[in-house]
């Protein structure tokens, strides 16, 4: 069956430093993959897309890896602030499909002062 | 900036009673989406819309749903005879099409959250 998985468990880290949060798939074939950012009560927020045939995106103090290998992508974000805190959902597009995201279940980040 | 906004933010509806969720997407968009989000779970896709008719739907999307442009603005879900289960956050999204007909990545309004009692 097809699965994304996020760490269900919170990441806590330390202002200033790389918060790095995973996205796994199987049995995908995506064309794409999308983070988003999510905050209580509110609607997800774009942040990056990477295509099939990219390997890295960066975007300000955000940089996200995709590797069709291992079939993960890595979210890093650097030098973090407690704003970053929120949940970031990774989301698949697949390739000769419709293109429609599929979100897994989000990781919280938490940043702390 | 533009933004796809939704109302109402809020809405509570007694079971069996029928709900219009309304969402106004991005004024050049051309695909739109309904998704849900029971609390503490992940974000589910409905159905997305395009040329005035549905495109996808997931199989939650049964008959009890149904979607709507009434006019060149507005996009609605409709659900009937609301049950329990139905209490969820409710996102409208919105993505562009590119040249040669690729989507862009979807813009998400804030939500309506659903209660049914």
């Known amino acids: 069956s097809q699965k994304i998985e996020q760490n269900s468990e919170a990441l806590n880290i330390q202002e200033g430093k790389t918060a790095t949060l995973t996205c796994n798939y199987t049995?995908?074939?995506?064309?794409?993959l999308q983070w988003y950012r999510q905050d209580p009560g509110r609607g997800p927020v774009f942040l990056l897309l990477i295509r099939e045939n990219e390997k890295e995106k960066r975007k300000e103090r955000l940089k996200v890896t995709f590797d069709t290998t291992l079939k993960q992508s890595l979210f890093h974000i650097t030098a973090s602030q407690p704003a970053d805190s929120a949940t970031y959902l990774c989301?698949?597009?697949?390739?000769?499909?419709?293109?429609?995201?599929?979100f897994g279940r989000g990781t919280s980040l938490i940043v702390h002062p | 900036e533009p933004e796809v906004t939704q109302t109402p933010s809020h809405q509570v509806t007694q079971m069996g009673q029928e709900v219009i969720l309304r969402c106004v997407p991005i004024s050049n968009h051309l695909y739109f989406y309904w998704y849900r989000q029971i609390l503490g779970q992940k974000v589910e896709f409905l159905v997305s819309f395009y040329n005035n008719e549905i495109s996808e739907k997931s199989e939650i999307f049964d008959d009890q749903f149904s979607v709507e442009r009434p006019d060149g603005s507005n996009f609605t879900l409709k659900i009937r005879s609301t049950k329990l289960e139905d209490s969820a956050m409710y996102f409208c999204?919105?993505?562009?099409?590119?040249?040669?007909?690729?989507?862009?990545?979807?813009?998400f309004g804030q939500g309506t959250r659903l209660t049914v009692v």
């Open positions: 999204a919105s993505s562009e099409v590119r040249t040669g007909g690729a989507r862009t990545e979807a813009f």
């Open positions: 049995n995908y074939s995506p064309a794409y």
């Open positions: 989301a698949l597009g697949e390739s000769g499909g419709s293109y429609i995201p599929t």
